[in-house]
């Protein structure tokens, strides 16, 4: 079973940019799709981004779309969130999520720790 492990959060200007990570180990990584997800204090955790197995297929939140890119390096076993242009309601813990199969069905059953992004206003 894999485990992942998120890091790269921070506290960055509205306008600037941060890179999530997400780190990957045991099982086999390329098995999952992987995606990011995101909750900010008193709301509901929200979808951000997914890629496919091989990452050739990804799908953004209409919020982010073309401020965050997601990417895989299967090699290295990681997922990255390379965001841009943040804005205060980008704040919020992010978990790195996988699921099993390689598709993005939206049956994410393994979750990292969250690492927080902060960007005040």
């Known amino acids: 079973q894999v485990q992942l492990q998120e890091s790269g959060g921070g506290l960055v200007q509205t306008g600037g940019s941060l890179r999530l990570f997400c780190s990957a180990s045991?099982?086999?990584?390329?098995?999952?799709?992987m995606a990011w997800f995101r909750q900010a204090p008193g709301k509901e955790r929200e979808f951000v981004a997914a890629i496919s197995w091989s990452g050739g297929a990804t799908l953004y939140a209409d919020s982010v779309e073309g401020r965050f890119t997601i990417a895989r390096d299967n090699a290295e076993s990681t997922v990255t969130l390379q965001m841009s242009d943040l804005r205060p309601e980008d704040t919020a813990v992010y978990y790195c999520a996988a699921e099993e199969g390689g598709w993005m069905t939206g049956e994410y059953d393994i979750w990292g720790q969250g690492t927080q992004v902060t960007v005040p206003a």
């Open positions: 045991g099982g086999t990584f390329s098995d999952y799709a």
